[in-house]
């Protein structure tokens, strides 16, 4: 595709996301995770992951908005909240992309409310350079230092989530 050059392909992203797997079954081993999509973009990230994790987990989805029509963060909004309980429970969230970190901070501040009895993070990409906010991911797919990024479930204007690799935007 035109204007797109590939900075992971699916073999480097799936090897990695087998990685993320492993590590993560053994930090909760004999627990029961309460695992946490952060829509849209982390639902590919998120179908994958949870496919390498050996253990008993529930799963539930937000939709959080950021990114309205474009690479410019606007304000943060709770489109859909959750549909299950998280008190007392070891909640996992996962996200696609840790940015600015305003997106992180809001909802993981969101659920703290809710006395689960831990909360970490997953993101497939780090940013650590356009950080805001000072705030870290528990668990990091590939820290990345280059532009807008599109494919693996992110995108550009809603495009480009079906590219199975990641793609920079020319
Ligand atoms: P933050 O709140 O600035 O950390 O932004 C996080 C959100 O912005 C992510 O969940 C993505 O939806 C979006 N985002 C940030 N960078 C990119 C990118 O390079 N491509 C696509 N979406 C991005
Ligand atoms: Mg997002």
Redesign the pocket.
């Given at each position: 595709m035109e204007n797109l050059k590939v900075i992971l392909t699916e073999e480097q992203i799936q090897n990695r996301v087998r990685e993320l797997g492993e590590t993560i079954t053994n930090d909760y081993k004999g627990k029961f995770p309460h695992c946490i999509c952060?829509l849209k973009?982390a639902n590919t990230f998120f179908s994958d992951l949870i496919k390498r994790l050996n253990l008993n987990i529930t799963v539930d989805f937000v939709k959080i908005s950021?990114?309205k029509n474009g690479t410019v963060?606007n304000d943060i909004e709770l489109v859909n909240g959750l549909t299950d309980a998280v008190k007392d429970r070891d909640v996992l969230i996962v996200?696609?992309?840790?940015?600015?970190?305003?997106?992180?901070n809001y909802f993981v501040d969101e659920l703290k409310k809710q006395r689960p009895t831990s909360v970490k993070t997953c993101v497939f990409l780090n940013?650590p350079e356009r950080r805001e906010i000072d705030v870290s991911a528990d668990y990091v797919g590939f820290n990345i230092n280059c532009g807008?990024?599109?494919g693996y479930g992110?995108?550009y204007a809603e495009r480009f989530r079906n590219l199975p690799y990641l793609a920079e935007l020319l």
């Amino acid at each position: 595709m035109e204007n797109l050059k590939v900075i992971l392909t699916e073999e480097q992203i799936q090897n990695r996301v087998r990685e993320l797997g492993e590590t993560i079954t053994n930090d909760y081993k004999g627990k029961f995770p309460h695992c946490i999509c952060v829509l849209k973009g982390a639902n590919t990230f998120f179908s994958d992951l949870i496919k390498r994790l050996n253990l008993n987990i529930t799963v539930d989805f937000v939709k959080i908005s950021s990114y309205k029509n474009g690479t410019v963060s606007n304000d943060i909004e709770l489109v859909n909240g959750l549909t299950d309980a998280v008190k007392d429970r070891d909640v996992l969230i996962v996200d696609d992309v840790l940015d600015s970190g305003k997106t992180l901070n809001y909802f993981v501040d969101e659920l703290k409310k809710q006395r689960p009895t831990s909360v970490k993070t997953c993101v497939f990409l780090n940013k650590p350079e356009r950080r805001e906010i000072d705030v870290s991911a528990d668990y990091v797919g590939f820290n990345i230092n280059c532009g807008f990024v599109v494919g693996y479930g992110m995108d550009y204007a809603e495009r480009f989530r079906n590219l199975p690799y990641l793609a920079e935007l020319l």
